[in-house]
């Protein structure tokens, strides 16, 4: 599995934990021990699961959703003239990620994980999504938050 897929797997488990609220460490589990994140991979005819994009997708998960007031909380101050509750829940798990990486992730830089936001973002939302979550990235990124 590619670091890509891996991105999109925790989108996609975030976005799913956004509905169920249940815990996020049995949603993890069930998530990555069902054949799931290996549907993501359509880059390479390998589509397992590795130690570490297994270990990447906990930490990002389980981790944002640890900080998930904070990453809130920036979305909101970078967010020109868009309301929380305006943003689809897909966008905001997009950003969850994004966001965890530039803060947190020293391995990842910061045009990878803007770029890769935006590249997930054109798959599930709209040009008017996209727009927003690279333009909010990019303000945290240029505040240094």
């Avoid at 799931?36 to 390479?44: A, G, P, V």
């Avoid at 973002?121 to 709209?126: G, L, N, T, V």
Wanted: charged share 30%; proline share 0%.
């Amino acid at each position: 599995m590619s670091r890509k897929a891996a991105r999109e797997a925790a989108v996609q488990i975030l976005y799913e934990y956004g509905f169920h609220n249940e815990d996020a460490r049995e949603l993890l589990n069930f998530r990555l021990s069902d054949g799931f994140c290996e549907m993501l991979d359509d880059e390479t005819d390998i589509k397992k699961i590795d130690e570490k994009q297994h270990d990447y997708i906990t930490r990002v998960v389980l981790n944002s959703i640890e900080k998930q007031d904070e990453i809130n909380n920036l979305i909101k101050t970078n967010s020109i003239r868009w309301k929380i509750n305006r943003i689809s829940r897909i966008a905001r798990a997009i950003m969850q990620v994004a966001i965890y990486e530039i803060l947190y992730m020293d391995d990842i830089s910061e045009k990878v994980a803007i770029n890769e936001a935006v590249e997930i973002a054109k798959k599930y939302d709209s040009r008017e999504t996209v727009a927003f979550i690279n333009g909010v990235l990019g303000s945290i990124v240029r505040k240094g938050s």
